[in-house]
């Protein structure tokens, strides 16, 4: 694993998935909680284990990709955070998802920030977006609180979508 893709905050450590993280991975994606409204919706346990094969991957050819979040004082995981190719070719996505019992905190703008700052400054991403349900207010004040701004609004799947950016020279 290389040091530099490893991020700290003030209360969580984030560092590149792999394969010690695949319980963790499947626990979560497998949660209608937190992954009904993500793109692809719920994953069963080869599903995820296939976007983990592509994540390990993501970061050797791109040198950005998916993060496990954990709590930096007892190394619990809370979520998961990161950047990867959108398939509808709209850029670089930013993405997050945390456990219910996570959110409230300021946890999410803690890991969506830093992944953020990382693609930026250490990826170099000139551009990166994300994408939220218009109705989800909590994952849209996450995406305005860290600089993104929208930008555009679309339908997808019968869902009111917006697209945010945030764009550096």
Known sequence: ????????????????????????LRAIKADPRVFAIMQGGVRNA??????LARDVMAWGAQGYGIW????????RFVGITGLENRLDHRGVALRFALWPDARGHGLAREAAGAALRFGHDQAGLQRIVAVAREANFASRT????????????????GHAMILFESVRS
């Not at 040091?3 to 319980?23: E, H, I, K, W, Y």
């Not at 080869?46 to 976007?51: N, Q, V």
């Not at 496990?68 to 190394?75: E, G």
């Open 1 to 24: 694993m290389n040091p530099f893709q490893t991020l700290r905050t003030g209360r969580l450590v984030l560092t590149p998935v792999s394969g010690a993280d695949l319980a963790d």
């Open 46 to 51: 080869a599903e995820t284990a296939e976007e």
């Open 68 to 75: 496990a979040v954990r709590d930096a004082a007892d190394r």
């Open 142 to 157: 996450v995406l305005g609180a860290i600089g993104l701004v929208p930008c555009e609004e679309f339908v997808q799947h």
